[in-house]
Nanobody, 121 residues
């Protein structure tokens, strides 16, 4: 069974930094795109950043220049380095990955359980 497990969230003051990690485990054949989403209370889940299997990245306008997504394919892990954090970045951050598991013939979208990021002013 494939699982995504996030870590690295917490409480930080405005202007500070956090690094989120998301590790995929289980019977994995291949991982394509990986991404980070976030959801603040009362808001819909929004896309923060994506990284393709080849390393191409894309960011939401609200985080460009402050957040960096990266991946370590050997560890099946995606990271989100968050700098210059603002109170409006407060949300539960979820990772997402397109994974071909050993038990399927195609790719399946998996989600992590989420990690809370709180930025105080």
């Amino acid at each position: 069974q494939v699982q995504l497990v996030e870590s690295g969230g917490g409480l930080v003051q405005a202007g500070g930094s956090l690094r989120l990690s998301c590790a995929a485990s289980g019977s994995i054949i291949r991982i394509n795109a990986m991404a980070w989403y976030r959801q603040a209370p009362g808001n819909q889940r929004e896309l923060v950043a994506t990284i393709s299997g080849g390393g191409t990245t894309n960011y939401a306008d609200s985080v460009k220049g402050r957040f960096t997504i990266s991946r370590d394919n050997a560890k099946n892990t995606v990271y989100l380095q968050m700098n210059s954090l603002k109170p409006e970045d407060t949300a539960v951050y979820h990772c997402n990955a397109e994974i071909r598991p050993a038990v399927a013939v195609g790719f399946v979208a998996y989600w992590g359980q989420g990690t809370q990021v709180t930025v105080s002013s």
